[in-house]
């Protein structure tokens, strides 16, 4: 049984959901998610393989729900040996004169306000030995990606702040982009984009694991 707990926000499918999958026999998963049945299939995979994790069925952006779920990774293990932070709100494409309020608002929450709660309340986990994954899509400027363009960039502008900080104290931060992979979310952004060229998020996650060198 590994003592290492990787917390991944967004783990119910896509690249979250690679990434528990892929780590399944180095850590202990707590996977969070908002889709309860989502998780439960993720942790049949998991357990399959003769893993565990543990499932935190919530919205990331409810601040009380992150601070007891911190809470209770801190009075249960102690720490937080990696974050990998894949929940994204991929609002729909439309020019920026036409952004819908419903959509500009839940963008900032999730790609943005939530990043700004989670950062303080699991840097103390993760201590200076513990290291933090975020994930960059560059389309922040582009047209009709008004609304996911300049929360993700925003996202990453942060992110990026805490990986300087910390460059020398700890935790490790790292900024990672993956390759186009046959999601929901890109489906959203590109229907009827033909799925052969794009990378499965497995492979996907098992590439960008290659890069952590979390070994070292």
């Known amino acids: 049984m590994t003592d290492k ?6 783990a119910s ?6 990434f528990a999958e892929a780590l399944y026999d180095t850590h202990h998963i707590v996977a969070v998610a908002r889709t309860t049945g989502a998780l439960e299939e993720l942790d049949d995979r998991i357990q399959a393989k003769g893993g565990a994790a543990t499932l935190a069925p ?9 601070a007891q779920l911190c809470r209770s990774i801190h009075d249960r293990w102690g720490k937080v040996d990696l974050w990998v932070h894949a929940a994204v709100h991929g609002a729909p494409l439309t020019p920026a004169g036409h952004i819908d309020q419903k959509d500009w608002t839940k963008s ?9 709660r989670l950062i303080p309340f699991l840097s103390p986990l993760l201590g200076a030995d513990g290291h933090a994954v975020f994930f960059d899509d560059p389309r922040g400027g582009e047209k009709f990606f008004g609304s996911y363009g300049a929360t993700k960039a925003a996202q990453i502008a942060l992110a990026r702040s805490w990986q300087a900080e910390s460059a020398n104290t700890g935790p490790k931060v790292s900024i990672l ?3 186009g992979m046959p999601t929901g979310t890109r489906a959203r952004f590109f229907p009827g984009e033909p799925r052969e060229a ?3 998020p ?3 996650a098992n590439r ?9």
């Open 177 to 179: 982009t993956p390759k």
């Open 13 to 18: 499918r896509g690249l979250g959901a690679a």
């Open 208 to 216: 960008l694991l290659s890069e952590l060198n979390l070994s070292s």
């Open 5 to 10: 707990i990787a917390l991944i926000t967004g």
């Open 108 to 116: 900032v929450a999730i790609n943005l306000d939530s990043v700004g």
């Open 202 to 204: 497995r492979d996907e």
């Open 58 to 66: 919530m919205d990331i952006t409810n601040a009380d729900a992150m």
């Open 198 to 200: 794009l990378v499965h």
